[in-house]
């Protein structure tokens, strides 16, 4: 079996202040409820009042998908990645 692998770095540039904000602000509210969803659901997760169930978590959120594209950021860069997820 052949495996290819391709790193690729990207430097982003704002071009747009406020449509940066824009995209921030929608990304923002994503996160938001983000965050919520998984405060709100991982007390499904608990065996006992101290051990969560990883395996079940990672099954259920992590699920093994074919793609192409892994995208990986400092949390410096969080701020961007939050305005990327409200691009869309």
């Not at 994503?30 to 169930?53: G, P, W």
């Not at 699920?63 to 939050?82: G, R, T």
């Amino acid at each position: 079996m052949e495996v290819k692998s391709m790193f690729v770095t990207f430097d982003t540039k704002i071009g747009n202040k406020e449509m940066f904000n824009d995209f921030l602000t929608s990304g923002k509210g994503i996160f938001s409820k983000n965050q919520k969803d998984v405060h709100n659901t991982l007390e499904e997760y608990l065996l006992n009042d101290e051990i969560i169930d990883g395996d079940a978590i990672s099954q259920d959120w992590f699920p093994n998908i074919n793609s192409n594209i892994f995208i990986s950021h400092s949390h410096l860069d969080e701020e961007y990645v939050i305005a990327f997820a409200g691009c869309r």
